[in-house]
């Protein structure tokens, strides 16, 4: 399988958008990357079309996170991806060569000749999609590698504290079923992908050599910032958050702690020192619901999850008492109480890890979107789903392909 990658080369404090290159040389050894960082600017110039006639043929195109393909206006796209490029990411090119990279993409990419044609939409806000945006997509003939209906649910079975979510006030009016009714209407259009986590992610340690007892790590939303308020009063030892506010301070007053390489490595390799040094670590869905990146980097790091879970968690393998804790913010105090002399939560927490390993690992991923290119190569792919931790492939005539 030969395959080319196309978007701009950068790295984000989100890991799975700068792993993007990994995976996709994992699916396909024999694969070539295209945008700005992976070409010249001279290659840019030349366009998308030259590139594929001179250097394919290609069995798959893959559209990378950062390359708005289907978005609604073809020059605010690139205009607001060059400001989040400017100070959100670390890159080694000249932001100038984007604009017009982003045009030709989105212009040409319908036209590119490659039996399959995949985009991914990781990144991609579901809840304010509109109808416009998937007719472009089906039109430009993509194949979307990112959650399915598994793991998104309607607007009216979102929960209350939802409307108080900052995401939610700032689109409300924006806000719609179309992406949902889509992945449940064309569930052949959807390469069923989550997270992943790389292989110096994952830490052994033990609990009992670990440094702190809790954290809750990233920013407070609705119930995060409940379990933050209810373990401020508790008189276990937590994970210091300095860095991450240090962080978050510096950016807002315009230092390039995103946008240059050291700084940015720095604050990755710090949270993944947190994560590792503590033994309890609680996160939860935001109000969307959506499977995050903590709910595979915590299990991976050793520690004990104890979380709210997200949408199709189970589905994903993850069961509670086993891998990890249901945990409502209220009885975060409570439930490490129990826990911190337990001796069955290192079973918790290794169950954590290994299924991470086995079904949610960067390997692990790019085994189960390399076979679902090749039944659409075989023109024989009708979706794929996630069934209590195993990932099924259907084909035509029912038949269902595991491909643990």
Same mark, same amino acid.
């Given at each position: 399988?030969?395959?080319? *990658?196309?978007?701009?080369?950068?790295? *984000?404090?989100?890991?799975?958008?700068?792993?993007?290159?990994?995976?996709?040389?994992? +699916?396909?050894?024999?694969?070539?990357?295209?945008?700005?960082?992976?070409?010249?600017?001279? @290659?840019?110039?030349?366009?998308?079309?030259?590139?594929?006639?001179?250097?394919?043929?290609?069995?798959?195109?893959?559209?990378?996170?950062?390359?708005?393909?289907?978005?609604?206006?073809?020059?605010?796209?690139?205009?607001?991806?060059? =400001?989040?490029?400017?100070?959100?990411?670390?890159?080694?090119?000249?932001?100038?060569?984007?604009?017009?990279?982003?045009?030709?993409?989105?212009?040409?990419?319908?036209? !590119?000749?490659?039996?399959?044609?995949?985009?991914?939409?990781?990144?991609?806000?579901?809840?304010?999609?509109?109808?416009?945006?998937?007719?472009?997509?089906?039109?430009?003939?993509?194949?979307?590698?990112?959650?399915?209906?598994?793991?998104?649910?309607?607007?009216?079975?979102?929960? =209350?504290?939802?409307?108080?979510?900052?995401?939610?006030?700032?689109? @409300?009016?924006?806000?719609?079923?179309?992406?949902?009714?889509?992945?449940?209407?064309?569930?052949?259009?959807? +390469?069923?992908?989550?997270?992943?986590?790389?292989?110096?992610?994952?830490? *052994?340690? $033990?609990?009992?050599?670990?440094?702190?007892?809790?954290?809750?790590?990233?920013?407070?939303?609705?119930?995060?910032?409940?379990?933050?308020?209810?373990?401020?009063?508790?008189?276990?030892?937590? !994970? $210091?958050?300095?860095?991450?506010?240090?962080?978050?301070?510096?950016?807002?007053?315009?230092?390039?702690?995103?946008?240059?390489?050291?700084?940015?490595?720095?604050?990755?390799?710090?949270?993944?020192?947190?994560?590792?040094?503590?033994?309890?670590?609680?996160?939860?869905?935001?109000?969307?619901?959506?499977?995050?990146?903590?709910?595979?980097?915590?299990?991976?790091?050793?520690?004990?999850?104890?979380?709210?879970?997200?949408?199709?968690?189970?589905?994903?393998?993850?069961?509670?008492?086993?891998?990890?804790?249901?945990?409502? $913010?209220?009885?975060?105090?409570?439930?490490?109480?129990?826990?911190?002399?337990? $001796?069955?939560?290192?079973?918790?927490?290794? =169950?954590?890890?290994?299924?991470? =390993?086995?079904?949610?690992?960067?390997?692990?991923?790019?085994?189960?979107?390399?076979?679902? +290119?090749?039944?659409?190569? !075989?023109?024989?792919?009708?979706?794929?789903?996630?069934?209590?931790?195993?990932?099924?492939?259907?084909?035509?005539?029912?038949?269902?392909?595991?491909?643990?």
């Amino acid at each position: 399988m030969k395959a080319l *990658y196309i978007d701009v080369n950068v790295s *984000y404090m989100n890991p799975t958008a700068s792993l993007m290159p990994a995976l996709i040389a994992e +699916i396909a050894p024999d694969s070539d990357f295209y945008g700005p960082g992976f070409v010249s600017e001279e @290659a840019l110039e030349r366009g998308l079309l030259r590139w594929i006639d001179e250097s394919g043929p290609y069995d798959a195109v893959f559209v990378g996170p950062w390359c708005p393909v289907f978005v609604d206006d073809i020059n605010e796209p690139a205009d607001r991806l060059v =400001a989040f490029l400017q100070r959100s990411v670390a890159k080694d090119f000249k932001l100038r060569c984007v604009d017009g990279f982003i045009k030709d993409i989105k212009t040409n990419i319908g036209k !590119a000749q490659a039996p399959v044609k995949l985009v991914s939409t990781l990144s991609f806000d579901y809840y304010a999609a509109t109808q416009e945006q998937i007719d472009r997509l089906l039109a430009q003939g993509l194949t979307v590698v990112g959650p399915n209906h598994q793991f998104i649910q309607p607007l009216s079975e979102l929960p =209350a504290f939802a409307q108080q979510e900052k995401h939610y006030i700032k689109k @409300a009016n924006r806000l719609s079923d179309a992406w949902y009714d889509f992945a449940v209407s064309q569930p052949e259009r959807f +390469i069923t992908a989550l997270h992943y986590i790389a292989h110096n992610e994952f830490s *052994y340690l $033990p609990l009992s050599d670990r440094r702190y007892d809790s954290s809750i790590p990233g920013i407070d939303y609705y119930l995060r910032k409940q379990a933050s308020e209810k373990l401020s009063r508790s008189s276990f030892k937590l !994970a $210091p958050k300095h860095y991450f506010n240090f962080f978050r301070l510096a950016n807002k007053l315009g230092a390039p702690v995103y946008s240059k390489h050291i700084p940015l490595k720095l604050f990755n390799e710090l949270f993944h020192r947190s994560l590792g040094s503590t033994k309890f670590v609680y996160t939860a869905k935001g109000g969307f619901g959506m499977p995050i990146r903590k709910f595979f980097e915590i299990p991976a790091a050793g520690a004990v999850l104890l979380c709210t879970p997200c949408i199709g968690y189970g589905d994903a393998g993850f069961r509670h008492g086993e891998h990890y804790l249901e945990t409502a $913010p209220e009885e975060l105090p409570d439930r490490l109480a129990q826990l911190i002399h337990d $001796p069955h939560a290192q079973q918790i927490a290794n =169950a954590g890890r290994k299924l991470v =390993a086995a079904q949610h690992s960067l390997a692990a991923r790019a085994k189960q979107i390399r076979m679902c +290119i090749e039944a659409i190569l !075989a023109k024989q792919y009708m979706g794929s789903t996630w069934s209590d931790g195993q990932f099924l492939i259907h084909r035509k005539r029912s038949e269902k392909i595991c491909a643990a």
